[in-house]
């Protein structure tokens, strides 16, 4: 058994509803996110990414947690919080969005939920946008509630995703287009359950409304799952690397904005209402910027997924850093991303990766995402 | 060698600069604390408290990751985010504070150092802060900066703190009254030293403000603090226990307020300018609070220090949870708080526990500290 002690000590990090069953099922490793403990590997993490290529796999991401976002100005608030335009969201509807600083700076890119005109959830990485939310709201003359809801997802992932929460909810959850959700039951525990996920693959989320319910809510889709072979794992890094999908706080941070990370289709030039880092943004687009997260394969055998920032040079000189970085066991290459500046960040430019310990590593500058977009998912 | 796979996948937990040094020294576990690996401990708890209690230990907390306010308007801005006057704090002196929010939540608990008329650093605590700020200053119509700077702290605690701060900074240093501080340089390695802490012991805060020479630093303490038997340590929730000291996360969220806590000390009722949260706190000051942290000593024999938030009953009836417990060696006795109803929160008062597993222990309110105050450094 994994010592709790190594992370958990006193009553100061949060348990997720689900972090019995973790427990129970054979959770290995923890991390910390958003001040929650996050079950992050069950088995090898190669053996989890080929169960999620091939089968399907459930996740505790509790850690996304939520701010919810009520009363008579929702809608205007939360129009002001991102550069998406909102009045294109329909209830039932959602959103990858950015939540933009006024440098246009990302504080965080969660997904957010409509859940009626003026309600909203944003299912968060790990940043403190309650804080962020609550203090934009002070004076800014709008009548709104910020709280953070008893809501906690779960990840369904892989391409057996879909057997199952057929299974579980019938029909009208399988006619789900991407980003649309259902608000429902199962066995009278109300959840929400959407068509998304940090995967590429088929997948949903199940967002549990009622934190006692949490190992009623566990073991009820590991059941309907085991004809379909469903392990627990944690998210696959691997996976969503291959998939050119972002994790905030490594690939991107307050310190970058859409324009240097590719995520410029989340800004809608063209929205009728100003929002916070407008301005910033207009400007950096214009100016244009000076870094860029590029994709990269790095040469010679596989490398441990554990990037430390590792140094990135071009020509002898140091440019910049590896951000994230993984062995794809099917593309049986190293990727991953690299922040250089634009000059470097052209497909088929050299680079040199420092390891830890010492050791240089050639790569060079690819497009994204890694595997075929076919076989991604649009964030949209 | 600890796994630092078990908390640290990918690159988005962020390292101190002082990550080589602890882990140099035989760092046996981290959690993790804004979003950085935070060294809990080189040895079992009860021999760092035994050695902090007798000679002198020095912390890697550079998880107190600073705000830094600058601007024309700094200072009345910062007045706005406590209700403590800081009309009353000099250059050169510090406060320990609360943030509220306008419901009276406590966001935060940090020491502030007033570093010019215009210029502080807040020491914080497990949330985003730097968030709360940018978010409050968005629409104050107040011209500030903020931001967090390269400023990472490490605490020299124990009754030969002062020899080691001595060896290293000379006469001026000993001087300081509590929650003052001194900017100076050692060896060209520009730091801040304040007397401050987390212990009730005799203590010092060094602020490294050069990232890159946190190796430097460490080391320079170590050599100067040998001859004092200076050893690396985690902080010692026992002794701060004991001082009756509140760790934000567990013993205070942003659900309580200092009435509830036992910080009405951190109010200026009388303060002369208007804060967030004034109004609120002038509301709950008037019609009382509902729940209070009280002190307990816990019967029975030693119990682990890991508290999950183990449920108290009153009679029979539930009533709260313990917020940290933990085995004082000197005292012979488990001592730790609760947060329960006030009718329940006067000395005297029969409690029960049930500790993970379900075995009940008898418990009583007592007062805090749990150690003779005259040994306890008062926060001022």
């Not at 057996?160 to 429902?184: C, I, M, Q, S």
Request: proline share 6%; net charge neutral; glycine share 8%.
């Amino acid at each position: 058994m994994f010592d709790m002690n190594l992370i958990q000590r006193g009553a100061r990090l949060r348990r997720s509803p689900f972090f019995e069953a973790t427990q129970r099922h054979g959770a290995k490793a923890y991390t910390v996110y958003n001040h929650m403990l996050f079950p992050i590997c069950f088995d090898d993490l190669e053996a989890e990414y080929h169960h999620l290529l091939e089968h399907v796999t459930l996740w505790d991401v509790s850690v996304e947690r939520q701010v919810e976002i009520t009363g008579p100005d929702a809608f205007a608030f939360i129009n002001m919080l991102t550069p998406r335009d909102l009045s294109k969201c329909a209830v039932g509807q959602g959103k990858y969005v950015v939540i933009t600083a006024d440098d246009g700076g990302i504080i965080n890119d969660p997904v957010l939920l409509r859940l009626g005109a003026n309600h909203f959830w944003l299912a968060l990485a790990d940043s403190d946008v309650l804080l962020w939310a609550r203090g934009v709201a002070l004076n800014s003359g709008l009548r709104v509630n910020i709280t953070e809801p008893d809501v906690s997802p779960v990840q369904i992932q892989g391409p057996k995703a879909k057997e199952v929460v057929l299974a579980l909810f019938g029909e009208p959850v399988t006619k789900l287009r991407y980003y649309w959700f259902l608000d429902t039951k199962l066995d009278g525990i109300p959840v929400v359950v959407t068509r998304t996920g940090w995967t590429g693959e088929v997948g949903y989320e199940v967002y549990l409304r009622d934190g006692s319910r949490g190992n009623d809510l566990w073991e009820r889709i590991m059941d309907a799952g085991a004809p379909y072979h469903i392990r627990p794992t944690g998210p696959s890094d691997i996976r969503r690397i291959e998939a050119g999908i972002l994790n905030w706080g490594a690939d991107m941070t307050l310190e970058n904005n859409v324009y240097e990370v590719g995520l410029e289709r989340l800004v809608d030039e063209k929205k009728d209402a100003s929002y916070i880092g407008r301005d910033a943004l207009a400007r950096i687009r214009k100016e244009g910027v000076r870094r860029k997260l590029a994709g990269i394969e790095i040469e010679g055998e596989r490398i441990e997924f554990n990037t430390t920032k590792w140094p990135v040079a071009a020509g002898g000189k140091p440019v910049g850093r590896v951000t994230s970085a993984a062995w794809s066991p099917r593309l049986k290459k190293n990727i991953g991303y690299a922040m250089v500046p634009v000059a470097q960040a052209k497909p088929g430019t050299a680079l040199q990766i420092t390891l830890p310990g010492g050791a240089e590593r050639k790569a060079t500058v690819v497009d994204m995402p890694f595997v075929d977009p076919k076989k991604a998912i649009p964030k949209t």
